[in-house]
């Protein structure tokens, strides 16, 4: 039996792959394609089971809505979504426990493995910095990835009740040391040539771990939106974050 | 209230700095420092909770014997334990309930982290290869840590159904293309100026993730030991490896 | 005063790539573009000063020849530029003083800057190996550019007279310590969301240096394609290598 | 014929390594050790040919003249030769054209040719940025070496013609994008189980080049002091910086 998944936003940059990538995998079959002036309505008819939303901020809340009231399964790749919003949708889904939703806001599969894997190692280690590196086409400096894994890490060490990390500067030039994100220095490359990487680096006694991410293409996001599509068929409820839906 | 440990081997490498960690800690307090010609017997007098064993194949069954038999908990760094004897060891534990065993082939926190890391991400990636690198006077090639790192590999790649990674070389220098250690590639590097080094690679579409972990002192196993003191307390049952020990 | 320009094999995904690069620098024209179908006797009509050639080695040296005779200069990255090839293309600037002709295997900047640089480098450093790391899809292992590489360093340990990297290794699995190239270990990893990339490793007492390329896109051949385009209008005779146009 | 070797500082930390160094080296032969209470007017019975000056800014200036009245060539690594020193040492050599001094900043092979690699590949890249990573009891950010690599590549661009590196960050934490020496972005990072370590990275279109300096112990500045050494009974006059030794 294949999942039958509709697309909307399929004529977006990541709607398209998505559709491309949804066409390739041999359990799904996709059912609808809807684009910006189309109405969602056709869902119900053709029976889609998933959605997968790469839509705009604008219009993503009246579709979750209606695929919520129609209980069609939702995985959700827009962005925008606030601590309001997730709690508007958890009020709907309070009224339809038969329905589903999980929203991600990072599909890489390696940056989500990435932020568990220096959240879990972050207990065992005194020192912990990120670079991030990118395309001097960025216009914000820390990436939103490498500044949540901060937070993560941050938390993690004040959980295990670690101290501040050892750092002996009284010299420094102005922004040698990086940005502070939750007392977690982050440090930011751009570079010609680059696309989207990060380094998260922790050190202890005469040891270094280093977890290191590479992306290069969108095309990296869409295991991880099968991999959501595969998961929501199963759930219930309101799941932020591709990491909870991963086998870890 | 502090931990009370005896350090066997006391006088060895591991064992000096086993001394040094124990001693270092807040809640630790060194009981025992038994070397080579040294009786095990004294332990009891002075009232050891945990014992660490970093001693020689030849002898650490008795000791282990010894401490079982006696209520006193063991971390165990001595090389050699084959499944044949953590079977003996699991038979003596099963006369004394009250007794626990930790034995860890490797205290390396960074490194026992990159393993698990390495085997939870691996069932999401088609490729995996494997780089070790080591200082030119080591024998043997693989490294230890990779040989298992790759058998994890395999493993969780199986359970998860995966493919042979794509790997379309038709025309390859002997060697180029590495070790097979469970179908998984691995390379090693021998380098005058390194110590101990590994880098685990996955890839999928448009996107690769790197574990690397550096070690550069035996100091670096001084947290795995003192974390394995501590959880030993609280275990009765032989426990294998340091990651079951570890909260992840 | 611009530059003007005539590419051969513009419409191949290199030529391509030329046409496209040219029209972008501000200090070249680009005056021709010819495909496999027509014919080069139009450069003279249109006043080509430089040509660049990315077409087939079946065509080539036909090609060549009539730029040689029609004093316009050449830039050459079709390959298959065999010893006896070389010869022959001196043998007609012989006859010619007036043109010039540059034949390069490889047009990014990195690789030549790698490989150079290697080779400066590998007379002082006791133990050098290579890691190559390529997309799946590759049929060869190693890369041409590494075996080059290893040539190089090879020669420069020769003519310093250093003796064999250290090596310890006893016991290996078969292939775990890589590919012998002129006596230089190389490592052959292929892998899913990789491109191209190199490491050359070098290591002596408590120090290691490497000198890493990443290369993403064969866009990043056009800056050696126009640096080599400048240099030939200054230079007669046969080049071979933009090593050797580089300011080092 | 072996050089008879002075080793000023000779109980010093690097002093002592030099000691080490120079005895097992095939070519020279140490034929006196003088230390802080001594006097360096031995030098002259044991017929010193070559001195090595790891000392104290306060001194290192008497040696020096010592030397260069005595016709002792000076390999010195004492810190604090300002230009003025410099211009000092100048004026006594202009007296005595037999004599001859080499004052090195780095006897590090790797950093000096990392420094040298950086300068020669800084012209054909747009971007350069620089990321250098220590253990946390450094008390500067950045580092006299990273400092000096980013003036060296600047210099380079601006004899290149280079524009500003592309950069379209319009909304940055502070801190974030480093610090700026001469125009290019220098990333501190400080890590317990770090020692001393330097990323130089180029990028362009579709392509970057790293060059990395990992140096973990002292003992890497041996074969830069006996290169020195060597080089130094060849050379009249003052030389500044030891990449003027090596062959490149």
């Known amino acids: 039996m294949t999942i039958r998944v509709g697309v909307l936003g399929a004529r ?3 709607g398209a792959e998505v559709c491309q990538a949804v066409e390739a995998a ?3 079959e996709i059912v ?3 684009d910006a002036d189309e109405s969602v309505h056709d869902l119900t008819q053709v029976g889609a089971e998933v959605v997968v939303d790469f839509t705009h901020p604008d219009v993503v809340m009246d579709n979750l809505r209606f695929c919520v009231e129609h209980d069609i ?3 959700v790749g827009t962005s925008g979504f606030t601590p309001e919003r997730q709690d508007t949708v958890r009020g709907w889904l309070a009224d339809r426990p038969s329905a589903g ?3 991600a806001p990072n599909f890489a599969l390696g940056a989500v493995l990435s932020m568990k894997f220096a959240q879990l190692a972050a207990r065992y280690y005194p020192s912990a910095e990120i670079i991030e590196l990118h395309h001097p086409g960025k216009a914000d400096a820390p990436s939103g990835t490498a500044a949540h894994t901060a937070s993560l890490i941050a938390g993690a060490r004040t959980s295990a009740g670690l101290d501040k990390a050892p750092d002996a500067t009284t010299s420094a030039l102005d922004g040698a040391r990086g940005a502070l994100v939750d007392d977690v220095r982050v440090h930011s490359v751009r570079l010609a040539g680059l ?5 998260v680096l922790f ?3 005469g040891e270094t771990l280093t977890i290191r991410h590479d992306s290069l293409d969108r095309k990296s996001f869409m295991p991880g939106v099968l991999l959501g599509v595969r998961a929501v068929v199963d759930r219930t409820g309101l799941t932020v974050g591709l990491e909870n839906v991963l086998t870890l």
Chains 1, 2, 3, 4 share one sequence.
């Open 12 to 14: 977006g940059r990541m």
């Open 203 to 205: 050190g202890g006694e």
């Open 32 to 34: 609808a394609r809807i």
């Open 195 to 199: 696309v989207a990487h990060q380094e």
């Open 26 to 28: 041999p359990d799904m």
């Open 73 to 75: 399964r939702s995985v």
């Open 101 to 103: 939703v999980l929203i």
